[in-house]
T-cell receptor, first 114, second 118 residues
């Protein structure tokens, strides 16, 4: 049973560039959430997708956008990268109608902006 | 707004001893859930244990137990018989529900770095 997978593992970009991160949820899960974890901090919620729509959004600018595909996988896009976007980006999957304790995370994508 | 507070930036424990990691929370919701995650240096968030606000008994999962004191709004993690592999960051988190879509998001604390020494 495959868990949550994310790609790429690491990424280096320069300021002003655009980046796309990818996530495949755990088998059977239909909801994907994205979190940003800056160095030394706890993860911060970016947004959540269900049925290919953004259902919730945290306090992140419009430069952060996403997409969910019919197979439930998801992408996180960040435009006009800033140095402050350097962080670990975590994807979590769950089942909308499932048990409240099911929130499983992937290994993360470490983004460095130079 | 919901908030999670972890006041211990770092903790040390000797192998085979028990350790308690503190977590307090603030919420006005009657129904909520509390999680503990372990994050090794690799970065992955590993789910450890969950406690629902209406659960009458403290949650346990192997060597992990959650000391849930609702009136004090605390949800401390107890790790018994510590192992060297337990060295990692530990995060307490609370589930915040958006009622319009019945979706959840997690609010995390700042974490506690646990170091287990021989």
């Amino acid at each position: 049973d495959a868990g949550v997978t994310q790609s790429p593992t690491h990424l280096i970009k320069t300021r002003g560039q655009q980046v796309t991160l990818r996530c495949s949820p755990k088998s059977g899960h239909d909801t994907v959430s994205w979190y940003q974890q800056a160095l030394g901090q706890g993860p911060q919620f970016i947004f959540q997708y269900y049925e290919e729509e953004e259902r919730q959004r945290g306090n992140f600018p419009d430069r952060f956008s996403g997409h969910q595909f019919p197979n439930y996988s998801s992408e996180l896009n960040v435009n006009a990268l800033l140095l402050g976007d350097s962080a670990l980006y975590l994807c979590a999957s769950s089942l909308l109608a499932g048990a409240s304790n099911e929130q499983f995370f992937g290994p993360g994508t470490r983004l460095t902006v130079l | 707004a919901q908030k999670i507070t972890q006041t211990q930036p770092g903790m040390f424990v000797q192998e085979k001893e028990a350790v308690t990691l503190d977590c307090t929370y603030d919420t006005s919701d009657q129904s909520y859930g509390l999680f503990w995650y372990k994050q090794p240096s690799s970065g992955e968030m590993i789910f450890l244990i969950y406690q629902g606000s209406y659960d009458e008994q403290n949650a346990t999962e192997g060597r992990y137990s959650l000391n849930f004191q609702k009136a004090r709004k605390s949800a401390n993690l107890v790790i018994s018989a510590s192992q060297l592999g337990d060295s990692a960051m530990y995060f307490c988190a609370m589930r915040e529900r958006q009622r319009s879509y019945n979706t959840d998001k997690l609010i995390f604390g700042t974490g506690t770095r646990l170091q287990v020494f021989p």
